[in-house]
């Protein structure tokens, strides 16, 4: 009899689990439950620091956001776009992703993915990888997160190839490496932008990623277009999140458009990243940081802004040996010309060098307006021969005594003959001012700048 029972329960299991179909993954949703300024509150999720999730709204829509804090169970979120249309309880999801994505996600890692490729090269997204140009869908197949990748320094290769940029200033007296990350440091209308589109239209670097990042929206169209150029454009791939997107985007924008820049690098490519502004990207995180209730510090900037610039500057540079690189250049405002400003100073700490533009030379019509007394990219003296080294140092000896007895000439006070070497500065200081200066239209190699840096001591 119990053995019958048994058959008869073990049929009728066969037959209702014949009958049960697998169902999905179970979708958890949680709610928001308070509306900030920036910030929303939700719970019912579990989710760690940095993982996207979609607010779903009444009319059928969703706003895309991400988690950048928490208070025990409630979730603080930052949207990617206004929050119109939010409604008290409105459910919250946890980002849901394809096979694919799920296989190219590094382990442990929850950050948002956003497309690469080959694709990407000769056009214009936003933070969220979407086209702000008029020519269609992406069509790339690959994604990647945009979490920094922790590199161990000692497999990155070496500094040891000069990058040629174009700019005869920069190649004979700031040499750049391939892998070396820069500071153009400047106020506002000094020319920064035009000597970060004559680099990006001239170098010698295979693949281009621009940021834009925090500038005004009239500057986007206007860098591609009578900046950057077509033929700059062609290789380049270019990131724009203008002063008018939410900051999480602004902060997104900047990190997608290191991750371009990590895929080319990691493809062998030599890439030039450039960045504007580092400044716009450290404003952002305030905003972020002081909405989720951090303290400021510094100038109002809160500590975790001093603890994003490394991670961010950290992720160019050369790959393993025999690999791809990135060279970067980020630009930083400084307010009032103020070389102490606390992004700046932090920023200078962290980059190989330095380039500083100086608004006096600006207004006297010199451009690029680079002053080489204040600049110094410090992995010139591992990438140039003592010869250039040497002439380097002499112009730049003889640029700063002129500087330095200028009213003193001006006035007629000097008498020649006094010293030697400022006769000789006042001698060349008409052939030193040239050679610093450059048309926008004017290409100059790295041979042809130490031709002429040799050239100028020789007439």
Known sequence: MEATLTHEWQSL??????????????????????????????????????????????????????????????LFLMPHSDLDGVTPGAPVYAEV??????????????????PVGYQLLGRVVDGNGRPLDTLGPLNTQVSAPLGARIYNPLERAPISDTLDVGVRAINSMLSVGRGQRLGLFAGSGVGKSVLLGMMARYTTADVIVVGLIGERGREVKEFIEQILGEEGLARSAVVAAPADAPPLLRLQGAAYATTIAEFFRDQGHNVLLIMDSLTR?????????????????????????????????????????????????????TEGDDQQDPIADSARAILDGHIVLNRTLAEAGHYPAI???????????????????????????????????????????????????????????????????????EKCSISESLAGLQALFNA
């Not at 779903?56 to 804090?69: P, Q, R, Y």
């Not at 394809?98 to 996600?105: D, F, K, L, M, T």
């Not at 990207?281 to 500590?303: F, H, S, V």
């Open 371 to 441: 002053d080489i007394e204040q600049s110094i990219s410090r992995a010139m003296h591992s990438i140039t021969t003592p010869e250039h080294q040497q002439l380097s140092r002499k112009l730049k000896q003889l640029y700063s005594r002129y500087e330095r007895s200028r009213d003193l000439i001006s006035v007629g006070a000097y008498a020649p003959g006094s010293d030697p070497m400022l006769d000789e500065a006042i001698r060349l200081h008409p052939h030193i001012t040239a050679f610093l200066q450059q048309n926008i239209l």
């Open 97 to 114: 992703l394809s096979a694919a994505q799920q296989a190219q996600r590094r382990p442990n890692d929850r950050s948002r993915q956003l």
């Open 281 to 333: 990207y450290a404003m952002a995180q305030r905003e972020i940081a002081l909405a989720i209730g951090e303290p400021p510090a510094t100038k109002g900037y809160p500590p975790s802004v001093f603890a994003k610039l490394p991670v961010l500057v950290e992720r160019a540079g050369n790959g393993k040996e025999g690999g791809g690189s990135i060279t970067a250049f980020y630009t930083v405002l």
């Open 13 to 74: 299991l066969k037959t209702s689990q014949s009958g049960i179909r697998p169902s999905d993954d179970l979708v958890i949703a949680g709610r928001v439950t308070k509306v900030t300024g920036l910030v929303m509150e939700a719970v019912g999720l579990r989710l760690p620091v940095g993982s996207a999730c979609a607010i779903h709204l009444a009319n059928g829509s969703h706003i895309d956001a991400e988690v950048v804090g928490f208070d025990g169970d409630r």
